[in-house]
């Protein structure tokens, strides 16, 4: 089992940064793949970005270069870093783990293992 906590959510203006951190407990050794996820409400749950062991990553159009995300597979822990943010980046973001599948994924089906979430709330 799994356990991933985030963190740094909060209300940020238009254009404003904010750095969202997923903290992983448990079988760690397991962990292939960290992704971020996000849902507005009244939408599905969509992919953010996704990275693997090794750093490769995948963005979701509506973020690249906006958005980065890392990790620190010592600390296992996975940043989101969210730059020039919109207020159609409201929504709870959530980070996910996949255990069996190696390469970063935009497939929210490959994701076992999910946070609770925390808010962003970009407005003036």
């Known amino acids: 089992q799994l356990q991933l906590v985030e963190s740094g959510g909060g209300l940020v203006q238009p254009g404003g940064s904010l750095r969202l951190s997923c903290s992983v407990s448990?079988?760690?050794?397991?962990?292939?793949?960290l992704g971020w996820f996000r849902q507005a409400p009244g939408k599905e749950r969509e992919v953010v970005s996704s990275i693997n062991i090794h750093g490769s990553t995948l963005y979701a159009d509506s973020v690249k270069g906006r958005f980065t995300v890392s990790r620190d597979n010592a600390e296992n822990t996975v940043w989101l870093q969210m730059n020039s943010l919109k207020p159609e980046d409201t929504a709870v973001y959530y980070c996910?783990?996949?255990?069996?599948?190696?390469?970063?994924?935009?497939?929210?089906?490959?994701?076992?293992?999910w946070g609770q979430g925390t808010q962003v709330t970009v407005s003036s």
């Open positions: 996910a783990a996949t255990v069996d599948v190696k390469m970063a994924t935009i497939d929210i089906r490959d994701y076992v293992f």
């Open positions: 448990g079988f760690t050794s397991d962990v292939a793949v």
